[in-house]
């Protein structure tokens, strides 16, 4: 009797340890599966982007400010709309010098606009801006952008730039231009400022600072190929007022800034 019972009790737990053995070894060739399936993909998605279609390696910037300025009768000067702006060029990059149909544009998008850190003073505005404008202050409010934007492309000789529009080569880049308005406004300067230029300059002698304007952006930047296959690059943006040998406060700021933006493919 008592060796039944013992027999039946070994026969039970030796089932339950078959049973959990049997549970862990099909999780763990579950869990192969799964791991060796993500590595293919990885894999894959990197084997995609090892040859960088697509990438951002200049972005080029003109800072400078402006203001409406009247003169009183005791000769002083009142400043009003007192605004600095920054015009913006992003060169796209194709990374080759033959042209096919997954290298050229179809169509480039900017979206997801955010102020990551806006400015103390002012209202940032962020628009596209006429490449033939570039470096001068003018602006259409026609061209604001509010959180997207989309370029169209072509490959004719020559085209009207009043309108967002890119050479399917990439020969021309995306041209912004980032407007902080109103940082000052009816702000009457001293008897003793004789002489005023519409640069940055201003901005010293209406006393702002640059940590109260400074202000970094960010956006994705989407490319479609004449393949239909989709292109995303993040981008951040720092407005430069100041390099290591000059600031706005000298009048007009000229930066080139050397980036290494890569666009990712998009997985469909």
């Not at 599966?33 to 972005?59: A, G, P, R």
Request: hydrophobic share 35%; with cysteine; glycine share 2%.
């Amino acid at each position: 009797m008592k060796k039944n019972l013992l027999l039946t009790i070994v026969c039970i737990i030796f089932s339950i340890l078959l049973v959990v053995l049997l549970v862990i070894t099909f999780k763990t060739a579950k869990s192969n599966f799964d791991c060796s399936s993500c590595v293919k993909q990885m894999s894959k998605l990197q084997e995609e982007n090892s040859n960088t279609i697509f990438s951002i390696n200049n972005i080029t910037y003109f800072s400078s400010c402006g203001a409406d300025a009247t003169t009183n009768s005791n000769s002083s000067f009142t400043i009003s709309n007192l605004h600095q702006y920054t015009d913006i060029a992003i060169f796209i990059n194709q990374n080759s010098n033959e042209l096919t149909q997954k290298n050229t544009l179809k169509s480039v998008s900017l979206n997801n606009i955010s102020y990551i850190l806006p400015p103390n003073e002012g209202t940032p505005n962020l628009y596209y801006k006429n490449i033939n404008d570039f470096a001068k202050d003018k602006y259409s409010e026609d061209n604001l952008i509010n959180n997207s934007i989309t370029f169209s492309t072509t490959s004719e000789d020559s085209i009207d730039y009043s309108s967002p529009i890119l050479y399917n080569n990439c020969a021309n880049p995306i041209t912004l231009t980032y407007i902080n308005k109103n940082i000052q406004d009816k702000y009457t300067l001293s008897n003793n400022v004789k002489n005023i230029s519409n640069n940055g300059s201003l901005l010293k002698i209406c006393g702002i600072t640059l940590n109260s304007i400074s202000c970094k952006i960010g956006f994705n930047i989407q490319i479609t190929n004449n393949l239909d296959e989709v292109y995303d690059c993040p981008v951040i943006i720092t407005i430069p007022l100041s390099t290591e040998s000059s600031t706005i406060f000298n009048g007009n700021l000229i930066f080139k800034d050397s980036t290494n933006y890569n666009f990712i493919k998009e997985n469909k």
